[in-house]
């Protein structure tokens, strides 16, 4: 069965650092992987997507992720974090057949400190 | 910006009783969805619906749980008689058209209290 495993709950960096949030799944074929975040109050967001092509992905508010097919990765990364970074993220890969239900990991909350 | 809209953001009830949220998914959108995250826990897939009915549903959805579509612009899921362990955020998303590839928009979500 496809899952997706996000190894850090919490992660806290200070404003300008740079960040590197980790995604590992399991998947047999060619996955669909998606980062999404959640502000708090707010639904999740489409960070960005990764299908096929190029490894490295761009993504919304300087976000890039890079698919390691032989790592069975998407890690997300930013060179430089601002405050307004600091929220949820969940990776989510979506499931075979059916019709397109997303799986995603438990969540990384990250925190920026000043 | 076309944005998936949900009502009430938050809603408590008492065990036994029938809850229904709601949902506006994006107009020309074909899919769509229900997942819930209990508190600390992941996002869960609930159910899918296509083309009127339901096309995909998880363990989780059984048959106190229903979802319509009652006039081609609500999304409804409905919770027939709640309990103390359906307390949990539920959101709703909708996909357009294309393949396994294209973005689910998600809604704030509705924060549910089962007391």
């Known amino acids: 069965a496809q899952s997706v495993t996000q190894p850090d709950i919490h992660i806290t960096v200070s404003e300008g650092a740079s960040l590197e949030l980790r995604c590992n799944y399991s998947y047999g074929a060619t996955p669909y992987l998606f980062w999404y975040v959640q502000s708090p109050g707010q639904g999740l967001q489409l960070l960005l997507k990764y299908f096929s092509g190029d490894t490295l992905v761009q993504g919304i508010k300087g976000f890039e992720a890079e698919f390691k097919r032989s790592q069975s990765s998407f890690n997300l990364r930013k060179p430089s974090v601002h405050w307004s970074d600091a929220a949820e993220y969940f990776c989510?890969?979506?499931?075979?057949?059916?019709?397109?239900?997303?799986?995603f990991g438990a969540g990384t909350r990250l925190a920026v400190h000043p | 910006e076309p944005e998936v809209t949900q009502t009430p953001s938050h809603q408590v009830t008492q065990m036994g009783q029938e809850v229904i949220l709601r949902c506006v998914p994006i107009?020309?959108?074909?899919?769509f969805y229900w997942y819930r995250q209990i508190l600390g826990q992941k996002v869960e897939f609930l159910v899918s619906f296509y083309n009127n009915e339901i096309s995909e549903k998880s363990e989780i959805f059984d048959d106190q749980f229903s979802v319509e579509r009652p006039d081609g612009s609500n999304f409804t899921l409905k919770i027939r008689s709640t309990k103390l362990e359906d307390s949990a955020m539920y959101f709703c998303?909708?996909?357009?058209?294309?393949?396994?590839?294209?973005?689910?928009?998600f809604g704030p979500g509705t924060r549910l209290t089962v007391l």
């Open positions: 989510a890969v979506v499931s075979s057949g059916g019709y397109n239900k997303l799986i």
């Open positions: 998303a909708s996909r357009g058209t294309g393949g396994y590839g294209n973005e689910q928009f």
């Open positions: 107009s020309n959108h074909l899919y």
